[in-house]
């Protein structure tokens, strides 16, 4: 069966320090990939997604980046955080666009 | 994007059927329905997705509506355990990559 993993599952930073969360799925190839942002009380947004490796796009410009370095391997990265960069951070994968999206169990970031 | 329409809240008693209602009038005819909860602190949980005709799977039910521009899930016997926030999306159908926008969701309250 297929599997998300992501971490940390909480993480508190200063205002201008570097940022790496990482997503990994197990149990099936060439994923549709999607990095969303949760911010408290309101709705999902999409970050970024990728459909194969090294292959990017990115929904809203902004303070953050993604990186697929291998097939089931999704990294979110910031080289300096901002304050409206906390939130909750979710990773989900699909076998093809238009199916069901699996979700990790997210990632609380909070920016002091 | 389409936009959703949900009840901000509801309740339930326990064992009792829970019918969740969801307008999308402006869905485009690709796009599928897809329905996910969530409970506090992690991620979302897919429930259910169709495209025009009525779903059924382990989890719940889904009708929709023949002009698409609603959709019902229905519990068709609600535990403690499906209380958490219900969330019906337009996946992005017409698009390369199945997005998906969360509205503020359905908070469901199961009374014992």
């Known amino acids: 069966s297929q599997t998300i993993h992501q971490w940390p599952a909480t993480l508190v930073q200063p205002v201008g320090s570097p940022l790496s969360l990482e997503c990994t799925v197990e149990?099936?190839?060439?994923?549709?990939l999607y990095w969303y942002r949760q911010a408290a009380g309101r709705g999902l947004q999409l970050l970024f997604y990728s459909v194969g490796i090294g292959q990017i796009s990115s929904e809203v410009p902004q303070n953050l980046s993604a990186s697929r370095p291998q097939d089931r391997q999704f990294i979110l990265s910031s080289k300096k955080l901002l304050l409206s960069d906390s939130g909750f951070y979710l990773c989900?994968?699909?076998?093809?666009?238009?199916?069901?999206?699996?979700f990790g169990d997210g990632t609380r970031l909070s920016i002091l | 994007d389409a936009k959703t329409t949900q009840p901000n809240s509801m309740e339930s008693n326990e064992e009792e059927p829970v019918h969740l209602p969801c307008n999308h009038s402006?869905?485009?005819?690709?796009?599928?329905i897809h329905w996910y909860r969530q409970l506090p602190s992690q991620g979302p949980e897919y429930v259910i997705h169709?495209?025009?005709s009525n779903v059924n799977n382990r989890m719940a039910s889904l009708a929709i509506a023949e002009d698409r521009k609603s959709s019902t899930l229905i519990l068709h016997r609600a535990t403690l355990r499906d209380a958490a926030v219900y969330y019906c999306t337009p996946g992005a159908g017409g698009t390369s990559y199945g997005k998906l926008t969360f509205g503020q969701g359905t908070i469901l309250t199961v009374h014992p």
């Open positions: 149990g099936t190839s060439n994923p549709n």
């Open positions: 989900a994968w699909s076998p093809r666009p238009n199916q069901p999206q699996h």
């Open positions: 169709g495209l025009t």
């Open positions: 402006t869905i485009s005819g690709t796009d599928y």
